[in-house]
């Protein structure tokens, strides 16, 4: 490792204790759903809720599907063909995103024969619909960057998406200790929506969480990340032919979005028309059974595609919210991080 690399990891591991972050916002077409804070349940999102804002760590990791212990969300919200779904990211203690090396991704996967709110099977086929990497191929900036300083990061759903439940799995992989192999830090995140209109693409290039990335791959272990001018491999597969239309960085999410009361919360059918525009047109308030930790093997009852879960403090959920509430910026992997650096420089 040579001296610049050894001395940005270095400046990075010292600034671990508070660079993690979540998906804080998700916008459908202007409609927009807030996230609950990592072990900190406050209403019904559509975003899967994940046990602390600290990364995955092992592309072995059962984790890599949806986030650190992730839970079935209890929304389904509206989305159709080309629409515009915001992402918006925020670090611990509300501060903004903490880093900015390191490519962010977007895999779409289908809830098979059940519906999102009781689907958990790891092994969902998921596609890549969106890449976004260094801002050149020569450019010692990444679009991750622009995540840190506050913008949100937009992904125009493919359209020729057939219909149905999705998860969308938007990933943020931090490489600032990649120079190190397992150094890679993961941050996915899982949005479930309901997909309308009559697209009739068949994805390819499917994969499974974990499966698609190992340690040692190029865009995951890359001792010249921080080299100037060196290439960069994304990790994964190809984009799929069911591609988003259109992705790329937006201004800051107004971070306004509030949950829906207890035991009422919202969904809608997805249909040929403004679903998601947060019109209010084809959106009902509805309570039906929460969702548990276990469910959604794949085995589901095959519910009705119109009906959203909206119960808040599901028993998942609720387990988390007993956990300890002290900090939850902890440094968990900061002394085994710093070893395998000093180790390297010696």
Known sequence: MNRTALFLALAAALRYVAAHGYLAQVSIDGKAYAGNIPNDYQGPSPIRLVSDIGPVKGASNPDLFCGLEAQIAELVVPANPGSAVAFQWSGGDHQKWPHNTGPLMTYMAKCGSTTCDKFNDTDAQWFKIDQAGKKSNDSSQWVQQDIMNGDSYTVTLPQDLPPGDYLIRHEIIALHLAVTMGGAEFYPSCTQVRVGGSGSGSPNNLVTFPGAYHDDDPGIYDPNVFDAGSSYTFPGPAISNLAAASAGITPPESQTATFPASGAGSTATATDGDAGSGSGSGA??????SPSASAGSGSGDGSSSTGAVAAAGSKAQCRLQKRS????????????IMSRILHLSS
């Open 284 to 289: 009902s308030a509805t309570s039906v059974a």
């Open 325 to 336: 509430t002290g900090s939850v910026n902890r440094p968990r992997h900061y002394s085994r």
